[in-house]
Structure formats: structure tokens, C-alpha cells
């Protein structure tokens, strides 16, 4: 593992004033991209709605269920989202290292896949920790969830979640937000990114999911490459969530669980071995690469840092319901 290639006297003469001004241009993206996608769900859902009201129509038409519409409407929200990323990507002049990627081989690939994998399991365990603490005052982090499981196979999650998803996720956070804020430290961009990954999904489940997963993603954009990355998301997306789901839907509810449980298990133990084989390197690639002093005061308790986090917690609270 290297140190990334960084000007520190050039990242110490900065002033307090511009090591906020980065910051803070970097969390408006972010509240920017979610506008976007936000609003234009909304202005294209009431556009339909008029239409379906002035036509007499009901919301189900052939096999288009509300639900359905709802994800195409907000796929089309994040497509116009990821347009504003790429027309910030290439109005952005920051590159901040200069060092050369690492090289991908079968051996790091495969390393990094069961480290990912094996989250899942940590996923699981700080989920059902949080479900328990909810249900013990009647409410559930899925009960407002549940709803997705008739269209989780359909073509607009599908398409969202396998295509869209890695591909506008990566290009906006491991690439266009974490490259400006890499000269802070390696360690605070990866944690940073993965922060506002995870607050960005609003719903508990699922941002629980974000914060570790976007972790390994963060490593390996700025260690090997953003599109590696988008090739880890893709695999976790499609292989360890979809494909892995359809297989064991046939099953009984409680074998799901069994096979489940069992399966990230053994990616969790493997993943662990090659963590603490090591361990050493990444104790020194975190010494090596810790955040600059005063960074993560900057992110986080700035008027737009507080913005996206009011903005993330409000939405998973929102969808914590009765059971």
C-alpha cells in the first residue's frame, strides 16, 4: 500500500477559510444532485397524475403498477442527476494526486470481493440490533420497505439498481466528490464518501449497507480505479443481492434466513483471514494517510454538511413505521 502523492505544505498553508470553501462546494453537489432527482420525480409524477385524472385512467395500466411507475419516474430523477454530475465532473479542475493506479490483479480482486462480501454480515448484525431496539417500542426499520418486494425483480429496480445504480453512485462519490477532498488524507475521503453514500439512500437498511460497502468502494477507486470500483458495486448489486436473492427464493422463509446467514458467514470468515493477514499494512496505510487536521470539522458541521445530514436522517425516520 502507498501513500498518496500529496503537497502537505501546500494542504498546511491553506487557510480555514478554504479548506471550508472545498469542503463545503462538495457537499452542495451532493444537496444539488439530490434536488434534481427529487424535483424532477416530483414535476413528472404530477404531469402523469394530471393526465391519468383528465383521461379517467387508473394508476394500473397492463402490467404497470403505481409502484413500477414510481421507480421509472425516479430513475429518470437520477439520470438527470448523473447529468448534472458529468457537467460537474468536467467543469471540475481538481486532481489533487498524481500517483499511478495499482494494478488489478486476480488475487487483490478476489480479496476485496470476500472483504465486501463479509460486510454483509456486519450489515446484518448492526441491522437486526437496530430492528430490536425499534420493535421494542412497537415500530420496524421495514415495514414501510415491504412494499418493494412485489416489483424487486422487475425491470425499473432491476435496471436501477444493477445498471444505474453502480454506475451514477460511483461517478458521483468516488470520483467527482472524493477526488477534491483526497488532498485532505486517503482515510478522510474513504470515510467521508462513504458517510454521505450512506446518508444519501435514506431508508435504515440500506444505508446501514452503503456506509461499509461504500468503505471497500472508496479504497478501491482511489487505490486502483473509479471504475473498478463500479465494477465492485456492480457484483455487490447484482450478484451478492439479486442473483443471490432469486436463487434462494424458492425457499421456505426460514431457509432463506438459514442460507443466508450461512452464506455471509463463510464470506465474513474469509474476508476476516485477509484482514488480519494484514492487519500491519493497513495499520501503516492509515497511519500514513490520516486526515488532516480540522477536515472532518469542515465536512460535517457546515451549514451544507448539516443540510445533507438533517436531509439523510429525516428520510430514514420518515420510513420507520408501526409494525
Not at 414501510?144 to 422487475?154: A, G, H, M, R
Not at 443481492?241 to 434462494?248: E, K, M, P
Amino acid at each position: 500500500m502507498r501513500r498518496v502523492h500529496v503537497d502537505e505544505d501546500d494542504v498546511t498553508r491553506m487557510s480555514l477559510f478554504e479548506k471550508a470553501k472545498i469542503l463545503r462546494k462538495q457537499n452542495r453537489i451532493l444537496i444539488w444532485y439530490q434536488l434534481i432527482a427529487l424535483g424532477v420525480f416530483v414535476a413528472i409524477k404530477l404531469i402523469v397524475s394530471q393526465y391519468l385524472v383528465n383521461e379517467n385512467h387508473n394508476w394500473i395500466s397492463g402490467e404497470l403498477s403505481e409502484l413500477e411507475l414510481d421507480v421509472w419516474l425516479s430513475i429518470g430523477g437520477m439520470l438527470v442527476g448523473i447529468g448534472y454530475v458529468f457537467i460537474v465532473k468536467h467543469t471540475q479542475r481538481y486532481q489533487w494526486w498524481n500517483e499511478r493506479p495499482q494494478t488489478m490483479n486476480v488475487v487483490s480482486f478476489l480479496k476485496i470481493l470476500t472483504v465486501m462480501g463479509g460486510l454483509h454480515l456486519i450489515t446484518t448484525v448492526v441491522l437486526t440490533v437496530i430492528e430490536y431496539l425499534c420493535n421494542t417500542f412497537g415500530y420496524s426499520i421495514y415495514v414501510d420497505l415491504i412494499i418493494f418486494d412485489e416489483v424487486l425483480f422487475s425491470i425499473p429496480l432491476m435496471l436501477g439498481g444493477i445498471i444505474i445504480a453502480p454506475l451514477g453512485e460511483e461517478l458521483l462519490f468516488r470520483d467527482v466528490f472524493i477526488n477534491p477532498i483526497i488532498r485532505f488524507g486517503k482515510v478522510f475521503a474513504i470515510v467521508a464518501s462513504s458517510i454521505m453514500f450512506s446518508l444519501i439512500h435514506g431508508n435504515i437498511p440500506q444505508s446501514v449497507n452503503a456506509f461499509f460497502i461504500g468503505i471497500v468502494l472508496g479504497y478501491v477507486a482511489i487505490e486502483y480505479s473509479v471504475g473498478w470500483a463500479m465494477i465492485y458495486h456492480f457484483i455487490n448489486n447484482a450478484i451478492l443481492s439479486y442473483a443471490f436473492t432469486y436463487l434462494i427464493s424458492r425457499y421456505r422463509v426460514e431457509q432463506r434466513q438459514s442460507i443466508s446467514f450461512y452464506f455471509e458467514l463463510t464470506l465474513f470468515f474469509i474476508g476476516l483471514y485477509f484482514v488480519l493477514k494484514h492487519s500491519h499494512d493497513i495499520k501503516m496505510y492509515i497511519r500514513d494517510n490520516k486526515t488532516h487536521q480540522g477536515s472532518h470539522l469542515y465536512m460535517f458541521v457546515s451549514i451544507s454538511g448539516m443540510l445533507l445530514i438533517l436531509m439523510g436522517i429525516l428520510s430514514m425516520v420518515l420510513l420507520v413505521g408501526k409494525r
